[in-house]
């Protein structure tokens, strides 16, 4: 072979390599969180949202891969953020109880499988809804047995899953406003639902979000929602419900980095306006709030 051949190739691997290394850098950078923010969030608190009254927790049975087989049907979000209070019999007959925060769901068949943060073991673990013996919604108080109806129904009153017969809430939407299209109030959400998990994380990050953080939210919420389309106790019924965990919130932030830079400042307002609030913003506060900001001002 011609030296000049060989080195025609040398010199084209060479620049290939170094193509495929930055291009692979840089997808890297725009799906993860730097540093500086990601320790912010591990220092924040994991806020678990309240038991059930005169229920206690009980995970002394609990198998972290127990759950662990994954369906190949696709997952949706429509419940990401939504707490509840089940009672859970494992595959070998054991009883555990504990509040969940749910990731997404998948459709398996007649069951759901569900991808959760456990608040008991503060660890992700996975469900099978046709296993859950009760379940609590913790934003109602209501207790149900069926799981797998009551949440099929959630999905669908939010605009997702299957088709199911409607809420006890949804039917009384639909009566009281016959003259107005239906809407689900999740599906409207869903273009913007990494910004509302961000700003209710924020919320929650000293263990509790206050009547006027989640004024603040709501307005954020009701200015994007088309006009008339829905009833206020809807919204804030949605955004009482939800208990973002700090890896549902690392993947929320994660999607509001990619966004237009005037949304990106939009959130910054509103997490600002989150903070001031209760009327003071403690040290903890201002240096995640300063991180945030630091890290939403430079994304691309």
């Given at each position: 072979m011609?030296?000049?051949i060989?080195?025609g190739?040398?010199v084209?691997a060479?620049v290939?390599?170094?193509g495929?290394?930055?291009?692979?850098?840089k997808?890297?950078?725009e799906?993860?969180l730097p540093?500086?923010l990601?320790i912010t969030?591990?220092?924040?608190?994991?806020v678990?949202p309240?038991?059930?009254?005169g229920?206690v927790?009980n995970?002394?049975?609990?198998r972290?891969?127990?759950?662990?087989?994954k369906p190949t049907?696709k997952?949706?979000?429509?419940l990401?953020?939504?707490?509840?209070?089940i009672v859970?019999?494992?595959?070998?007959?054991?009883?555990?109880?504990?509040r969940?925060?749910?990731k997404?769901?998948?459709?398996?068949?007649n069951?759901?499988?569900i991808?959760?943060f456990?608040?008991?073991?503060?660890?992700?673990?996975?469900?099978?809804?046709?296993?859950?013996?009760?379940l609590t919604?913790?934003a109602t108080?209501e207790?149900?047995?069926?799981a797998?109806?009551?949440l099929q129904?959630?999905?669908a009153?939010?605009?997702?899953?299957?088709p199911?017969?409607?809420?006890?809430?949804?039917e009384w939407?639909?009566?009281l406003?016959?003259?107005?299209e239906?809407?689900?109030?999740?599906?409207?959400?869903?273009?913007?639902?990494?910004?509302?998990?961000?700003?209710?994380f924020?919320a929650r990050?000293d263990?509790r979000?206050v009547?006027?953080?989640r004024?603040?939210?709501?307005?954020?919420v009701?200015?994007?929602l088309?006009?008339?389309?829905?009833?206020?106790?809807?919204v804030?019924?949605?955004?009482?419900?939800?208990y973002p965990?700090k890896?549902l919130?690392?993947e929320?932030?994660?999607?509001?980095?990619?966004?237009?830079?005037?949304?990106?400042e939009?959130?910054?307002?509103?997490?600002?306006?989150?903070?001031?609030?209760?009327?003071?913003?403690?040290?903890?506060?201002?240096s995640?709030l300063a991180a945030?900001?630091?890290?939403?001002?430079?994304?691309?």
């Open positions: 011609e030296p000049s060989l080195l190739l040398i084209f060479l290939w390599w170094l495929s290394f930055l291009f692979s850098s997808k890297a950078q799906n993860e540093i500086t990601l969030i591990e220092d924040s608190r994991s678990a309240p038991l059930p009254k229920r927790a995970t002394e049975k609990d972290e891969d127990s759950e662990r087989q049907e997952a949706d979000k429509a990401a953020g939504m707490a509840f209070f859970y019999q494992d595959a070998q007959g054991d009883f555990t109880e504990r969940i925060t749910i997404k769901i998948t459709n398996k068949g069951d759901l499988y991808s959760a456990c608040h008991e073991r503060e660890a992700a673990r996975s469900f099978y809804s046709s296993r859950i013996e009760s919604d913790l108080g207790v149900v047995d069926d797998t109806g009551y129904s959630l999905m009153a939010n605009g997702f899953g299957k199911a017969q409607p809420s006890p809430t949804e939407i639909r009566n406003r016959p003259i107005i239906y809407d689900p109030l999740g599906k409207a959400m869903d273009e913007f639902q990494s910004e509302v998990l961000s700003l209710i924020m990050a263990g979000m009547k006027a953080e004024k603040v939210i709501f307005d954020f009701k200015e994007r088309p006009e008339g389309k829905f009833f206020d106790e809807e804030d019924d949605y955004l009482s419900r939800m965990d890896d919130f690392k929320a932030f994660a999607e509001v980095m990619k966004l237009e830079k005037p949304r990106r939009r959130l910054i307002q509103a997490l600002e306006a989150v903070m001031q609030a209760d009327g003071k913003i403690k040290e903890g506060e201002a995640m945030y900001r630091d890290v939403l001002s430079k994304a691309a």
